[in-house]
């Protein structure tokens, strides 16, 4: 196991948001202090509360929802503590947001706010041909020219009932990714 880490987990509005839950558990149990980050349309797939539990630490979601405890902004502290941000499942529109510096949710703020050192890890999920679509090939390519690492997708049956790419990696291989990524 790698030394114990600190990972933000991302987790955007994607029917795979479900295996985000398995995720955390995972990397919890390796000893990592796992940080979970919500979009709002996140939520309408799996519940903070699922994430929270797991996890062992309160979920983000609003920018503007701060610790009454301490006078600097919670996004600020994750991102200035973060050794590593993982978003998974990642949406089309999420990729494009942090290939563009876009920061309009807790999520693209915070991935904005990373300090230098933090490696990010992009497990995207979406339909194969959103996948494919030029601008989100081009939105890749920036992303990944920055120093941003890709892992996925996979082929396979889509959730939209589709046969193609876009299926969100393995769980087990994305936290075999994280492994490798932070050790």
């Known amino acids: 196991m790698a030394a114990k880490r600190t990972i933000l987990l991302g987790i955007t509005g994607s029917i795979a948001a479900y295996k985000s839950a398995d995720m955390a558990s ?8 796992v940080f ?3 979009t709002r349309d996140a939520t309408r797939f ?5 994430l929270q539990t797991l996890s062992q630490h309160p979920v983000t979601i609003d920018l503007f929802a701060e610790d009454e405890g301490d006078w600097r902004p919670s996004h600020l502290q994750l991102a ?4 590593l941000l993982v978003v998974s499942p990642a949406t089309a529109n999420v990729i494009a947001k942090l290939a563009h510096g876009i920061a ?7 991935a904005l706010a990373l300090r ?7 497990a995207p ?9 030029p601008a989100t090939q081009t939105n890749v390519k920036i992303l990944q020219s920055r120093g941003v ?4 997708p996979e082929k396979g049956l889509l959730a939209c009932g589709y046969e193609g790419i876009g299926r969100l990696w393995d769980v087990a291989g994305i936290v075999g990714k994280i492994e490798k990524t932070i050790s």
Not at 104 to 110: F, G, Q, R
Not at 116 to 122: D, F, G, Y
Not at 125 to 133: P, S, V, Y
């Open 36 to 38: 979970c980050v919500m």
């Open 80 to 83: 200035d503590t973060a050794d």
């Open 149 to 152: 690492e890709f892992i996925g």
């Open 26 to 33: 995972q990397l919890t149990k390796l000893g990592h202090e």
């Open 116 to 122: 230098p050192e933090a490696k990010v890890l992009i």
């Open 46 to 50: 799996i519940t903070p509360l699922t």
């Open 104 to 110: 309009d949710d807790a999520l693209s703020t915070i």
């Open 125 to 133: 999920a979406m339909n194969g041909k959103m996948w494919l679509h």
